[in-house]
């Protein structure tokens, strides 16, 4: 887009600096006396009359109806009005219409060529013919002294001064010195015959001071106002031009100045309201003469201001590049129109833009209907004033802007403070301007920022616009006047649509301006949201008190809050570790504590030596558990020996997020000063909750610990290579430092550096087992969970107890054995656990005495070597236990096995005494091995689902008769082990098919144990209580089973059948030799 420094040239004087500001405070007085006196202290361009037409004057609509019939009733056209009433309603124009007619009444047709788009020729009138009168009404005296008195000093008796000097004036000098209105033989001495042009400025300040002279002299005036306009219309030649704003006009604007004036008319303090009431009454009658009598004129309509403005300021603008822009401005408006008020997207507004360029409407509309109503602004000559000191200001630092909107206006420059400040009577406001927007005295502050400055910094926008000093800007100016009534005045204060609008651009979007806005009840000390409108306040926002409280605030409770939230982030008891927290030095972490240690270092620590910290305990102390050293270091911290390459960098990161912490934590510490004691700071509690302060409070709380948790990144460690390592931490951070926690441990199980109850599967145990027998096939639990404390190039254990469950996977796994010496001098173990006989429950693994051995290790040394042991060794084995007493315990009969077969298991021996059992060779019973008292025996199908255990006591049948515990049982057929396998298998095949041909036997058991496949495996059919129906049905299961099994495997097989009935078919099988 063009910037008006492409597409504007600006006046010669605005841009080398000879301007002036003061070239448009000019007057009518001083004009006249420059005509009078051939000299004047006000610049030339309003003394010289070619000048002020070619330069300084836009041909309004106004103007030209103004001078035509003013000279027109001059030149004698008794059709034109005689009488004219300047209306500055829309933005003056005033005085420079009388000072237009002041020159033309004086020169005249000297002035045709420069006045040619202005009045007609034939009007203009030969130099010298027209006597000229102007009054200002605020300055004329209403008394003069006269030896010890005073005397009146009349409207009257000016006009005929001015007309005839002192001659004429001492002619009428009984109705000069007359407070009442002269007559007709006044006007026939002063006005007859003669071409008069009577000026007559700010008449409503007149009246009120003469009412204040005397209790008539209103009511005078006006009687004279009457007659003077009746004898100028009936009078050729004659021309009256005054200047009459309403009470409300007049007074609303200008009180102070007012009471003033009819103050110094009295001689005594008169109070504002009584000013007031003073001029409203002598307005009254003033206004009445002058709205019969005159024709109201608007010297310059709303439209044409803008043609004015630039009239003055510029010599050149490109009007092609005007429409070019605004087309630009009108694609923004539109795209973000449910942003912005309706006027926005209108043709209108476009074609404002286009006229009012290079200037933004809303900047006019804001000099015009809010500055210009301060009383002291000067209407449109203050407006013209603060134009040209910001195009000087664009123009000086080359500042490319599309075009010029308010908040371009450079507040850092003492002359456009004291134009803008000072004219509007908020000088009290400086401060409001240096500590939230920027200006002179910002530099004195204590962080020599203001508050939009700093917030540009921490939010740069990414072409560089100062985006929250613009926005801040335009709400300052927007609050420098309608104080008084506050919010409910239409003039202070801007809404956010409004805002939005003055200050966006193509290039700073209104969303953009609205995150500006948004941050104004965050960061700001003076400006305000309340009631739709954004403004500035001299009274202090909650944000002032909290900067002067984190001002106050020292390092050492900025530092304590610090530990206090890191403390609140990482708590002991939430995981594994033993957290220590402050950690600077190496003494600050313990050493032999047995379980890993998390130590967090230090937020305000400057450098540590992480060496130092794992290694060490202390100057020359050696630390012993080195592995069990985690060190969470944040990014506020150096780590000594870093690459120097990285220095730089990393020492410009370390600055930045300390100062961020530091800075929240300042602003959470002020928060909670506030929140305990708000009446110490002058804060009434109630103002807490009416500004969200809680809930701010909350924020500013878990911003904290966000910037907190996102600084500890680093966690330093012994590898499984035995030097220290740093992993990356990412978390989210928050109460109870579960996130922190928990992400260390996933990532050190992830990495293999941490053992789990989890870590137990065969290639976790291969892989320790090359730890665990890397200096030999030996090792002491004691010596493996020191060196699991001790040893870097180890992992760490999560917790002790995870060791023994370590110790055990391998056992059950075949990747270790475990055993005991009974002394130094036995040759075998006193206990051996491998994967064969697991590791009793009741045995504490941790106890000094028990070592592991690798499987090749006990191998070597004969330990556990498994011999196979044929079920019918071990069956004899426990048939000579049992009977060599007639009654032995389970345990008994075990040992007794295993002394004679080291080889074999337990579950072996328990199943061959199960199968001896239901063979009813033996029975077994709970209770002791010499009771005379009859136990329940557990025999024949009753040890079924029997488990030995090792007090059961095992009974032969003949001792059990000896003592009388067997019952005379019914006859029944029971064939077992390998002699019931031969008897059966051969006619499995037939089992149906006999008893399809009569078979009647119930079948009471039936056990077919250890039944080879063909292609390897093996199967194991049981039956109980099959009826011959059952049977039957079963035919073809048993014909499949008999075609498919190997006869000559080492099958056994058991059947009872109770009360065999010997005709059977299936009996006599069973029975034939």
Not at 376 to 403: C, D, E, N
Not at 489 to 504: D, P
Not at 764 to 778: E, H, V, Y
């Amino acid at each position: 887009m063009r910037s008006i420094l492409d597409t504007c040239i600006p006046k010669r004087e605005i841009i080398t600096g000879s301007f002036n500001p003061e070239v448009f405070t000019a007057s009518l007085g001083p004009v006249i006396d420059y005509y009078k006196r051939g000299r004047s202290d006000i610049d030339s361009v309003y003394t010289n009359a070619e000048l002020f037409f070619k330069e300084a004057t836009y041909p309004t609509q106004g103007l030209r109806l103004t001078l035509g019939e003013v000279f027109g009733r001059i030149a004698g056209d008794m059709t034109v009005p005689a009488i004219h009433r300047l209306e500055t309603a829309f933005g003056g124009g005033k005085t420079h219409t009388l000072i237009a007619c002041v020159h033309i009444a004086y020169r005249g047709k000297e002035l045709q060529e420069v006045t040619r788009d202005i009045i007609s020729p034939e009007l203009l009138p030969e130099p010298g013919t027209v006597s000229v009168v102007g009054v200002a009404g605020d300055q004329i005296p209403v008394h003069k002294p006269k030896g010890n008195l005073l005397i009146p000093y009349t409207l009257w008796g000016e006009i005929a001064y001015q007309i005839g000097g002192e001659a004429l004036y001492r002619e009428v000098e009984e109705d000069a010195t007359s407070y009442a209105a002269p007559g007709r033989n006044y006007f026939e001495k002063v006005l007859k015959d003669r071409r008069v042009i009577i000026m007559l400025d700010e008449l409503a300040q007149y009246a009120a001071r003469l009412e204040a002279a005397r209790p008539d002299g209103a009511n005078q005036l006006a009687a004279f106002l009457m007659a003077l306009h009746g004898y100028a219309r009936n009078h050729r030649g004659i021309s009256v031009i005054l200047t009459l704003a309403s009470a409300a006009d007049a007074f609303a604007r200008q009180t102070e100045y007012l009471a003033e004036l009819i103050s110094n008319v009295r001689g005594q303090e008169v109070s504002l309201d009584d000013a007031v009431g003073i001029g409203e009454k002598a307005v009254k009658g003033v206004a009445s003469v002058v709205a019969r009598d005159a024709v109201q004129v608007t010297p310059v309509q709303a439209a044409e201001i803008s043609s004015v403005l630039t009239k003055r300021l510029f010599e050149s603008i490109d009007r092609d590049a005007a429409r070019e822009v605004a087309g630009e401005y009108m694609a923004l408006y539109r795209k973000n129109s449910p942003m912005l008020p309706g006027e926005a997207i209108s043709e209108n507004f476009k074609e404002r833009m286009i006229a009012n360029y290079p200037f933004h409407p809303t900047l006019i509309d804001f000099l015009n209907y809010k500055l210009a109503d301060a009383e002291t602004f000067q209407g449109t000559r203050g407006v013209l004033r603060v134009l040209a000191l910001a195009v000087r200001s664009l123009w000086q630092r080359k500042q490319s802007v599309p075009m010029i909107h308010a908040c371009h206006l450079d507040l850092r420059s003492e002359r456009v403070v004291n134009e803008i400040l000072g004219r509007t009577g908020s000088s009290d406001l400086l401060f409001v301007l240096n500590a939230d927007i920027g200006s002179v005295d910002t530099g004195m502050l204590q962080t020599g920022k203001s508050n939009a400055q700093i917030e540009d910094e921490r939010n740069p926008h990414p072409y560089g616009h100062p985006l929250y000093e613009y926005t801040w800007k335009t709400v300052f100016l927007n609050s420098l006047v309608g104080r008084e009534e506050g919010l409910n005045s239409k003039i202070f204060g801007i809404t956010e649509a409004e805002a939005l609008l003055a200050v966006s651009f193509p290039g700073l979007t209104p969303s953009q301006v609205k995150m500006a806005l948004d941050t104004i009840v965050e960061s700001a000390f003076y400006l305000r949201y309340e009631q739709g409108k954004y403004f500035a306040s001299s009274e202090p926002t909650i944000n002032s008190v909290l900067a002067r409280i984190r001002t106050a605030l020292r390092y050492d409770q900025i530092k304590v809050l610090m530990e206090s939230k890191v403390r609140t982030m990482i708590k002991e008891g939430v995981g594994p570790f033993h957290i220590e927290h402050n950690v600077t030095l190496p003494e600050h972490i313990p050493d032999k504590t047995n379980k890993p240690i998390l130590a967090v270092v230090s937020l305000t620590a400057e450098e540590i030596d992480i060496e130092k910290m794992i290694y060490t305990k202390g100057i020359n102390m050696p630390r012993e558990q080195q592995n069990m050293v985690f060190l969470l270091v944040p990014e506020t911290v150096r780590v000594k020996n870093q690459q120097q390459s990285m220095f730089d960098m990393e020492n410009t990161r370390r600055e930045e997020a300390r100062q961020t912490i530091e800075t929240i934590a300042r602003q959470v510490k002020a928060m909670q000063l506030l929140a305990n004691n708000p009446q110490n700071y002058g804060v009434n509690p109630a103002r807490l909750n009416e500004d969200d302060f809680k809930k701010r409070e909350s924020e500013r709380e878990q911003s904290l610990s966000t910037a907190i948790a996102r600084v500890y990144t680093r966690l330093y460690f012994p590898s499984a290579s035995g030097h220290i390592v740093v992993k990356e931490i990412k978390t989210a951070g928050g109460e109870g430092g579960v996130p922190f926690i928990q992400t260390i441990l996933d990532m050190l199980i992830e990495e293999k550096e941490l053992l789990t109850e989890e870590s137990n599967n065969t290639a976790d145990l291969t892989n320790l087992s090359r730890l665990f027998f890397a200096n030999g096939d030996t090792i002491s639990s004691v010596r493996l969970k020191e060196n699991f404390f001790n040893l870097r190039s180890w992992p760490v254990l999560v917790r002790i107890g995870v060791l023994e469950q370590i110790i055990r996977s391998g056992v059950q796994k075949g990747i270790w054995c475990v055993f005991c010496m009974e002394d130094d001098n036995s040759t075998k173990p006193a206990e051996f656990y491998d994967q064969n006989n697991h590791v009793p429950l009741g045995v504490n693994l941790m106890e000094n005495k028990y070592m592991l051995v690798t499987p090749e290790g006990a191998k070597k040394r004969g330990w556990g070597v498994v011999q196979a042991v044929s079920p019918d060794s071990i069956r004899e084995n426990v048939i000579s236990a049992v009977s060599r007493n007639g009654t032995a315990t389970v345990h008994e009969v075990m040992e007794a096995v295993k002394n004679e077969f080291s080889g074999v298991s337990e579950q072996d021996v328990q199943e061959v005494i199960v199968d001896l059992v239901k063979e009813g060779r033996f029975a077994a019973f709970h209770g002791e091995a010499d009771q005379a008292e009859k136990p329940k025996l557990i025999q024949g199908t009753e040890a079924a689902l029997y488990t030995p255990l090792s007090d059961d006591v095992l009974i032969t049948r003949a001792k059990a008769a000896e003592r009388g515990w067997l019952e005379q049982q019914p006859d029944s057929l029971r064939l077992s082990g390998r002699e019931g396998a031969q008897k059966l298998l051969p006619i499995l095949k037939r089992l149906g098919s006999l008893y399809n041909r009569g078979a009647t036997s119930s079948i009471k058991i039936l056990d077919l144990a250890n039944i080879q496949l063909p292609k390897g495996g093996t199967i194991r059919l049981q039956l109980m209580d099959v009826p011959p129906e059952s049977m039957k049905i079963l035919g073809e299961l048993f014909e499949i089973m008999g075609g498919v099994i190997d006869m000559n495997s080492d099958a056994e097989a058991y059947i009872e059948i109770e009360k065999p009935d010997k005709a059977c078919p299936l009996i006599k099988e069973l029975t034939q030799d």
